[in-house]
């Protein structure tokens, strides 16, 4: 089982540069959601999405948008990328008994 | 709203010494109430959750919590521990609604270290 498939896994980029970071899940889930996770503050929930077609703000969205245009896919893109964004960034999705499965994270670095 | 709140960013035990990592949640709606762990450079992989069934929780690798609605917490504890259980957990919380209830909020964690 493939679960929850997080690409690239490793990402430097230069200031102002943009990506989009890929997260696919493959357990027909409606809810997917995306994290970044940073020293001492735990994860922070940056979007998220309940179904296809759907997306809502979570704690800190500013300098990300996100796209489900699949229901197995959940896009999260940086326009212009800041060496505040430097995390890791978690993809989730949601399943039955509201268990949360996480992909393996990206590890992105903003020079 | 809901949120959580880890007492002890670092905590360090010998091994074969009791575990006890604290958890404490606020939620306006009944909770559901998770554990995870995370080892370096990985992802985080669920330990046990509670989900208004049975108070006392048994997860994977002989970890177990205890809700208690009284205290609202949510603590994490194992009689003996590891060298292996060295690494990070969260405790984290969700409503048992649709939309902005199907959150999970986390913590900010909690570094065990185990000792010789």
């Known amino acids: 089982n493939a679960g929850v498939t997080q690409t690239p896994k490793f990402r430097v980029l230069k200031t102002g540069q943009s990506m989009t970071l890929l997260c696919a899940q493959d357990?027909?889930?409606?809810?997917m959601y995306w994290y970044r996770q940073d020293p001492g503050m735990g994860l922070r929930l940056i979007h998220y999405?309940?179904?296809?077609?759907?997306?809502a703000k979570g704690e800190v969205p500013d300098g990300y948008n996100v796209s489900r245009l699949k229901k197995q896919n959940f896009l999260l893109g940086l326009e212009s990328a800041a060496p505040s964004q430097t995390s890791v960034y978690f993809c989730?999705?949601?399943?039955?008994?509201?268990?949360?499965?996480f992909g393996e994270g990206s590890w992105l670095t903003v020079v | 709203a809901q949120s959580v709140t880890q007492l002890g960013s670092h905590v360090s035990v010998s091994e074969g010494a009791l575990v006890l990592l604290r958890c404490n949640y606020s939620?306006?709606?009944?909770?559901?109430l998770f554990w995870y762990v995370q080892y370096p450079n990985q992802g985080l992989q669920l330990l046990l959750k509670?989900?208004?069934?049975?108070?006392l929780v048994k997860g994977i690798n002989g970890f177990e919590a205890e809700f208690k609605k009284s205290e609202t917490s949510f603590h994490l504890t194992k009689p003996s521990a590891h060298m292996s259980d060295a690494a990070e957990y969260f405790c984290?919380?969700?409503?048992?609604?649709?939309?902005?209830?199907?959150?999970?909020?986390f913590g900010t964690g909690t570094r065990l270290q185990v000792t010789l």
């Open positions: 989730a999705s949601r399943g039955y008994g509201n268990t949360i499965y």
């Open positions: 357990m027909n889930h409606e809810y």
């Open positions: 999405s309940v179904g296809e077609g759907t997306t």
């Open positions: 939620s306006s709606v009944p909770p559901y």
């Open positions: 509670y989900t208004s069934a049975a108070t």
């Open positions: 984290a919380v969700s409503g048992l609604g649709t939309g902005t209830a199907s959150k999970l909020t």
